[in-house]
Each structure stands twice: as C-alpha cells, then as structure tokens.
C-alpha cells in the first residue's frame, strides 16, 4: 500500500492538474516520445466531453484507492496462472528485456498472482456492486466481444464503431500472441502446481461468468 496510492486523490483529474508533467509522477511525458505527444494530444481534445476519466493499475490496490475515490469502479482482468508464469519466465530470461529484471521470473509471478487475485476477490466481496471481473483469454479471444459489451454496459458506455475498431485490433494481437507456444520448465510446472490458489482462481472464474 504505497504511499503513492494515497497520493491519487481527486484533484489529479483537474484539467490543469492532469496534464502538467512537472511532478515527476511519471516518465510517460509528451516530450520523452512522439507517440506520447499524439497521445496527450487526443486527450487533450477529448478532456472535456469525458463522461469516464479511468487509469491503469497494474497492481490491484483498490481497498487504498477506495478512500480517495469512494465510487470509483474496478474492471479486474484476471488469468491463468500458466499463462501468466510464461510471461514472466520469459522475459525475465531476455537479456534484451531490459525493463524487466531477472528476478521477476515464475516462482515470483506466482506469488504475484495469488496476492492479485485475493486483493480481487475481497473487493468485489466488499463492494460487488463496483467491480467487474473478467478472464483474459475470454475476453480478447471473443471475436464478438461479449464481455466487453457487459462492461460497457455496467459503466453506463455505448459501444461505438471507435470501440469496435479498437478491440477489433487488440483481438487480433491477442490471435497472434497466443498463438506463440509458451512452455514452462518442469520445475516451474510443478512449483506452479504446489503453490498456485486454484481454489481463489475458480472463485474469480465464476465471478467472470
């Protein structure tokens, strides 16, 4: 529980506020990339008619952010925990990875995953009514987006050709990213099999529908 999660209060998503750069909160600034300047840009545009404002977490620490935005409500992508070991051990085998370091291999996205999903599952025990919980390969591998039109209808959002597109393309990364075969070792397979919560894991699965 970082004290930069109770740092995120209200007043980040002020106009002025949320595209000043000057605090050193974060490295994805307009001047470090092109990419990020368009990016800005568009957001920039789009500021003022937003009826959402959302962020990314990759670590779920909803119960913190709760007490600065009470009503603040969670899409939890959860998944395999297999999938999610490969991912790890992979890059953290990649000397050309250089984002990643090497002690973030499967052993450790194990750990990770339980902590994840424990933190998930309390929430949505304390407060069902505001967050969403979805499985990973069901959702990018549905050609139909059937659980993305559930959660855009939980958060009050049309779906619009703009959001069709967009996940059209995030689908079709997702075809080409799983269909690179992923192995782990057998000493990762079976510390997976010791020390992942299957139990927890089939919990959020029904929660995902």
């Known amino acids: 529980m970082g004290q930069a999660d109770r740092r995120a209060h209200a007043r980040l998503l002020h106009r002025s506020r949320f595209f000043d750069f000057t605090d050193g909160l974060t490295n994805i600034v307009p001047d470090?990339?092109?990419?990020?300047?368009?990016?800005?840009?568009?957001?920039?545009?789009?500021?003022?008619?937003?009826?959402?404002?959302?962020?990314?977490?990759?670590v779920a620490r909803l119960q913190?952010?709760?007490?600065?935005?009470?009503?603040?409500?969670?899409?939890?992508?959860?998944?395999?925990v297999a999938e999610v070991a490969a991912s790890w051990d992979r890059?953290?085998?990649?000397?050309?990875?250089?984002?990643?370091?090497?002690?973030?291999?499967?052993?450790?996205?194990?750990?990770?995953?339980?902590?994840?999903?424990?933190?998930?599952?309390?929430?949505?025990?304390?407060?069902?009514e505001q967050v969403a919980v979805v499985e990973h390969s069901s959702f990018f591998g549905d050609p139909d987006a059937h659980a993305l039109r559930r959660v855009l209808a939980g958060l009050d959002l049309a779906v619009t050709p703009e959001v069709e597109?967009?996940?059209?393309?995030?689908?079709?990364?997702?075809?080409?990213?799983?269909?690179?075969?992923?192995?782990?070792?057998?000493?990762?397979?079976?510390?997976?099999?010791?020390?992942?919560?299957?139990?927890?894991?089939?919990?959020?699965r029904r929660l995902a529908g």
């Not at 913190?64 to 395999?80: G, M, N, S």
């Open 32 to 58: 470090a990339d092109e990419r990020w300047r368009v990016h800005y840009d568009r957001m920039d545009a789009q500021f003022d008619r937003a009826s959402h404002v959302g962020d990314k977490l990759t």
């Open 64 to 80: 913190v952010l709760w007490e600065q935005h009470p009503t603040a409500r969670f899409v939890c992508i959860v998944r395999d």
């Open 91 to 128: 890059r953290a085998t990649t000397v050309t990875d250089r984002g990643w370091p090497e002690s973030l291999d499967a052993r450790k996205a194990v750990e990770f995953w339980n902590q994840h999903n424990a933190r998930i599952r309390r929430a949505a025990r304390i407060r069902p």
């Open 165 to 204: 597109t967009a996940f059209a393309a995030a689908h079709a990364r997702y075809a080409d990213v799983s269909a690179q075969e992923r192995l782990l070792s057998a000493e990762a397979q079976l510390f997976l099999e010791r020390h992942a919560d299957l139990r927890l894991w089939r919990s959020l």
